[in-house]
C-alpha cells in the first residue's frame, strides 16, 4: 500500500526566511504532484515532477524530485505572505490514481 | 483552461436522507474522481471513474456510490446520508493518456449532516 508522509504538518515562519517541506513516499514511483490549496477553496496544481533529479522553479517555490530516496521536497525562499496556505504533495504507483500526503499548513508570518 | 464545477459549495441536510453531489468537467477528460477532505486526514478517494459507466473503488467508498452516465459528468451519491459523512467532497478530472495524468479540482461542496 503507497503511503506518503509530509514534514512539517504546521510550519510558521517569518517573512524573508528560508525553509523546506519534505515529502516521502513508500513505494516506488515517477512522478511526484504538489498543489497549493488556501483556505476554503480547491486544490491548484503547482508542480508535475516526471523523473529522477526533475527540479522545477516558480517564483519563490521550487520542487525536486529524488526516486531512489523516495523523496520530494519544496523549497520556499525569502517567504512572503502570499505564499500562506496548505500545501500538498502526491504521487502514484496505480496508473490515475493519486495518494495524497497529509499536508502542510504553512503561515508566514509578517 | 480545465474547468470542473460542482453543483453546490455548500449543502445541509438530515441524516437519512439521500443525498447527490454532481461533478461536470469540461475538458473531455477520462478520468474523474471523488475526495473527501477532513482535517488532519488530507483528501481520501471515495471513488474513481476511468470512463462512462466505469468505475473503481477508492480507499473509503463504504456509504457512497457513484454514476457516470456521460463522460462529462460525474455523481456521488449518499444513500442514507450520516453525521460522520460531513466533510469536504472535492471532484477532480485529468486525462488518460501520456504520462502527466495531473489532476484538475473543482471548487469543493461542503457538506454538513444534521
Known amino acids: 500500500e503507497l503511503k506518503v508522509e509530509q514534514n512539517p504538518l504546521f510550519l510558521s515562519m517569518q517573512e524573508g526566511k528560508n525553509y523546506t517541506i519534505y515529502c516521502n513516499y513508500s513505494t516506488t514511483s515517477d512522478r511526484l504532484y504538489w498543489y497549493r490549496q488556501d483556505p476554503g477553496k480547491s486544490l491548484e496544481s503547482l508542480f508535475v515532477l516526471l523523473s529522477n533529479g526533475a527540479v522545477k522553479q516558480e517564483g519563490r517555490l521550487m520542487a525536486s524530485l529524488d526516486t531512489k530516496a523516495r523523496l520530494s521536497t519544496l523549497h520556499i525562499t525569502a517567504a512572503v505572505h502570499d505564499l500562506s496556505a496548505t500545501y500538498f504533495c502526491?504521487?502514484?504507483?496505480?496508473?490515475?490514481?493519486?495518494?495524497f500526503g497529509g499536508g502542510t499548513r504553512l503561515m508566514v508570518k509578517p | 483552461d480545465v474547468k470542473v464545477t460542482q453543483s453546490s459549495r455548500y449543502l445541509v441536510k438530515r441524516t437519512g436522507e439521500k443525498v447527490f453531489l454532481e461533478c461536470v468537467q469540461d475538458?473531455?477528460?477520462?478520468?474523474m474522481f471523488w475526495y473527501r477532505q477532513d482535517p488532519g486526514l488530507g483528501l481520501r478517494l471515495i471513488y474513481f471513474?476511468?470512463?462512462?459507466?466505469?468505475?473503481e473503488k477508492g480507499d473509503i467508498p463504504e456509504g457512497y456510490s457513484v454514476s457516470r452516465e456521460k463522460k462529462e459528468r460525474f455523481s456521488l451519491i449518499l444513500e442514507s446520508a450520516s453525521t460522520n459523512q460531513t466533510s469536504m467532497y472535492l471532484c477532480?478530472?485529468?486525462?488518460?493518456?501520456?504520462?502527466?495524468?495531473?489532476?484538475?479540482f473543482g471548487p469543493g461542496t461542503r457538506l454538513t449532516v444534521t
Open positions: 471513474s476511468y470512463d462512462v459507466k466505469m468505475k
Open positions: 475538458m473531455d477528460h477520462e478520468n
Open positions: 477532480a478530472s485529468s486525462l488518460s493518456a501520456g504520462l502527466v495524468h495531473e489532476q484538475y
Open positions: 502526491a504521487t502514484t504507483n496505480a496508473g490515475n490514481m493519486l495518494t
